[in-house]
Every structure is written in structure tokens, then in C-alpha cells.
């Protein structure tokens, strides 16, 4: 759930009680005046998160244009403002104390304020930036002719005379402004071709600087994911060298093959972002969702990705006759245990609690069965989903109560993907499957039912 930094519609109101200054330990503060009518009075201010941009908080102006923010500031970095109809690049590098006082046009902005920090660079910066952004918006007719010149003859020049004087003794800052003008002046040239166009150069027309920047290992930075076009970038290199500018021969003849992405996107943390993204925009038919997940899925490592792959994956491992879904959980003694270690053997499944009052009447029937299959080609499998502050209280319940079979504890109690995957919202709950660990039911019988072992023995017979 995204946080709400503390919002104040007029700063200047605060300014009368608080004075601008370093007085307030820990906050940056950004107050302003938008010149100029906008039928929309909404002002976003957004954080860099993952290499791309989410709003933190809103104001609107008031009658005579003004805004004001004060926020925050736990870790120093970029920030920006979203107005509608304004087509500035309004990026700020915001870190604790610094102070902005903005006047905004359609055009540009004049920025004023005792501590301003690194923003008087990075307001150079931006200018140049806006003019890439102006053709690049897609209300905007100009194509190529307009766009490649532009690059050439100005951007590319001002790029490098701009890198001369990042040099203000903050190395951090330094090191990301950096690679935020290459970053900036590469995913604005690769973008350019995804905006809508009324006439397209040929491959003779197209600036050397593209086949300066393919490279086969392209990606190795985390910090990339620290500037609002991260993403856009890694997913406009693709688009572009994989299709528009490979040579027929060369393209890609199958989109969901995404091993290239492996050898390109060398960074762990990138290409955990690149797939996930991947896998939130794209829209699969029959048989590509699995083809392009067997290349990515040993890549999707964060909590983040895991819970994306199991909210897509809830109806690849739901149904009879599907896969059940691929958990790894604990044991008592910490091994790890796959729910691919029992195949060749049938599961009953028990999804309880220590707290749960009618998953422990369960228990003596279960143990009772499991008595009577003894020796048979079934595992009697318990998972708990007790909350990670009561693993040890399992634990001592495991062993106070004698339970048998296989007993782990799911990884994250309700949150689980286990408990997401099937949908569970309520305890105890059964399920069986086959020896191939295909879905026999998600909703089994209890123990205590006499149906279960004439059950189960059928299912000994396939």
C-alpha cells in the first residue's frame, strides 16, 4: 500500500508558523506558483520507485496558482512534479533541508530558494530533456526530421559539456546524476520510435549513435532502477535492437523465448524488475505465459515477484486434473521441503493452525488414518500457517502432540502463496492429489469423514 506523505495544500500557510530552514530536521520542502490557467488543479509529487515514477503524495493550488509540499526525505533522491498540460521535465533531487521555490509556465521553470542543494544542476539538465520530451509526446506531429537533428547537432554536445560539471564533491549524487544523462539521452532516442509517427526514416537514416549504444551485456547498474526511466529504458532497448533495427535474419522470431534478456539485463535486481514488468503489461495467449515464465522464473526472486507469480498462476494451479501449486516450506528442523519431493505418491493435504479450535479435532482422525494407510503410497502432509512469531510455538505443538506424516509451516501464514493460490479463507482445509501431483480436489473431506479412506484407496489403484 503506497504511503501518503503528509500533505499541505498552502506552504506558505506553514512558512508563518515554521520558519524555511533547516529547522525541521528531515524534510525537504517544495512550495510554488503555477503561472498560467489550468482547467485542472491537481499536483502530483512523485518518487522514483523500481525505475519508474509513483505518486506520494497531492495538493491543488489555490485560487492565485499555489502549492506547497513538505515531506520526508529518508534516503536523498529524485523526485517530480506531475501537472497536467505541462510538458517541463519538473525533476527535483530532493535530500534533507533543501528548500525549492518554483514558478512554473507552460514552458519552463524559474526555480529561487536559499537551499536549493543540487537542483540548479539538475534544473540545466532537465531543460534539455524537455526539448527530447516535446517531440516525444504523442499529441505532438514532429517526426524524425525533427527528432535526429535535435540529437545530433544539440543533445549529444550537451551531453557531454553537461558530464564536465557534475562535480560537486557528493559522490552519490554525482555517480546518479551521471547516469541519469546517458540514461535520459538513450531511452528518449529508443522511445522515439514507440510514439506514433505520420512519416518513418529508413534504416539509412538512422543516427550511428544507435549501433554505438548496442551492446550485448547492456544492463549491469541497480541504480538505474533509481531514476523515473528505468524501466522504459531496458524495455525500449528491447523493442528497439531486437526488432527495428536487427536485420530480418537477426530479429527475434520468438517474443516469449526471453533468454536474450539473461545474457542483456546482467544486474539480479534488474532483471528481476525487467521480468516482472514483463509480466504485468504482457497479455498471453495458450501456451506463451509458460514458455516465456520457464526462462524468467529462476530470475523472480523478490517477495514482490513471487506474489506477481502466484496471483498469475492461480488458474494454472486451481483446477482437477492441473499441476499443484510448486511450494518449498520448513520442516521442524529448517530443511527446506518441495511440494515436487512427494510425486510418485499420493497427497492428502491439511492447511491448519495451532490456534485453529476445529483443525485440532482434526487431528486425532488424522493420525488414526494414517495408522490404517500405513505403509501405503501416501503422504500425509500438514502445512501450518501460524504467523512467523509463533514457528516455535509449532514446533513445541509437533512434538507435545506427537503428529505424524510430514509437517512444515508455510513461509508467510495468510499471505502464504500457497494460501493465495487456492483461494483459502478459512481453516482447516483438505485437498489430494495424485501421484503425478496433478489436483485430484481442493477441497477434500476431513479426516474425520468416513469417505476419506475409501477414497483415498481408489486412488491407489490408477
Known amino acids: 500500500m503506497k504511503r ?3 500533505i499541505f495544500t498552502l506552504l506558505y500557510f506553514i512558512a508563518s508558523s515554521v520558519a524555511w530552514s533547516n529547522e525541521i530536521e528531515g524534510f525537504a520542502m517544495i512550495k510554488g506558483k503555477v503561472d498560467y490557467d489550468l482547467k485542472f488543479k491537481e499536483i502530483n509529487l512523485q518518487k522514483v520507485v523500481e525505475g519508474k515514477l509513483e505518486t506520494v503524495s497531492m495538493t491543488k493550488m489555490d485560487e492565485n496558482g499555489e502549492f506547497g509540499f513538505i515531506l520526508p526525505i529518508e534516503e536523498a533522491g529524485f523526485y517530480h512534479l506531475s501537472i497536467t498540460a505541462n510538458a517541463n521535465m ?4 530532493l535530500e534533507n533541508g533543501v528548500e525549492l521555490d518554483l514558478t512554473i509556465d ?3 521553470y524559474d526555480l529561487a530558494g536559499d537551499h536549493l542543494g543540487h537542483n540548479e544542476l539538475v534544473t540545466e539538465w532537465n531543460e534539455t530533456v524537455t526539448k527530447m520530451l516535446e517531440i516525444n509526446n504523442r499529441s505532438n506531429m514532429k517526426g524524425y526530421k525533427d527528432f535526429f537533428p ?4 544539440e543533445v549529444l554536445a550537451k551531453a557531454g559539456e553537461f558530464k564536465k560539471k557534475i562535480n560537486t564533491g557528493d559522490e552519490k549524487f554525482d555517480e546518479l546524476m551521471e547516469l541519469s544523462v546517458q540514461t535520459d539521452v538513450e531511452e528518449q532516442s529508443f522511445n522515439f520510435f514507440r510514439i506514433p509517427r505520420t512519416y518513418h526514416p529508413t534504416k539509412e537514416e538512422y543516427p550511428d549513435f544507435y549501433q554505438n549504444w548496442k551492446k550485448e551485456e547492456k544492463f549491469t547498474n541497480p541504480d538505474i532502477l533509481k531514476l523515473w526511466n528505468g524501466q522504459s529504458y531496458m524495455s525500449s532497448y528491447t523493442f528497439v535492437y531486437d526488432y527495428l533495427l536487427s536485420e530480418p535474419q537477426d530479429r527475434i522470431s520468438d517474443p516469449y523465448d526471453l533468454s536474450r534478456i539473461v545474457t542483456r539485463v546482467q544486474d539480479p535486481q534488474l532483471r528481476d524488475v525487467y521480468f516482472r514488468n514483463y509480466f504485468s503489461t504482457t497479455r498471453f495467449q495458450s501456451g506463451q505465459y509458460e514458455k516465456a515464465m520457464s ?11 513471487k506474489a506477481l ?5 492461480k488458474d494454472l494451479f486451481s483446477e482437477v486434473g492441473q499441476p499443484g501449486f510448486q511450494f518449498e516450506y520448513e520442516d521442524i528442523d529448517g530443511n527446506l521441503v518441495s511440494f515436487d ?32 494407510l500405513h ?4 503422504v500425509f502432509l500438514s502445512i501450518s500457517i501460524d504467523a512467523e512469531k509463533d514457528k516455535e510455538k509449532w514446533k513445541k505443538f509437533v512434538k507435545d502432540k506427537e503428529l505424524k506424516g510430514v509437517q512444515l509451516v508455510a513461509d508467510k501464514a495468510w499471505q502464504s502463496g500457497l494460501v493465495k493460490n487456492y483461494g483459502i479463507k478459512g481453516i482447516p482445509r483438505f485437498m489430494i492429489f495424485d501421484k503425478d501431483g496433478n489436483i485430484v480436489t481442493t477441497d477434500a473431506v476431513r479426516p474425520s469423514s468416513p469417505e476419506l479412506k475409501g477414497q483415498l484407496l481408489e486412488l491407489l489403484k490408477k
Open 4 to 6: 501518503l506523505i503528509c
Open 309 to 313: 507469480i502466484v496471483e498469475l498462476e
Open 341 to 372: 519431493s512427494f510425486k510418485g505418491k499420493i497427497v492428502y493435504l491439511d492447511i491448519w493452525a495451532t490456534w485453529c479450535g476445529p483443525c485440532i479435532k482434526q487431528i486425532p482422525y488424522l493420525k488414526e488414518l494414517e495408522e490404517e
Open 295 to 305: 526462462y524468467a522464473r529462476p530470475y523472480m526472486t523478490s517477495e514482490k515477484s
Open 90 to 93: 519538473l525533476r527535483f533531487y
Open 150 to 153: 535535435l540529437m545530433e547537432d
Open 375 to 378: 505403509g501405503e503410497d501416501i
Open 106 to 108: 507552460k514552458t519552463s
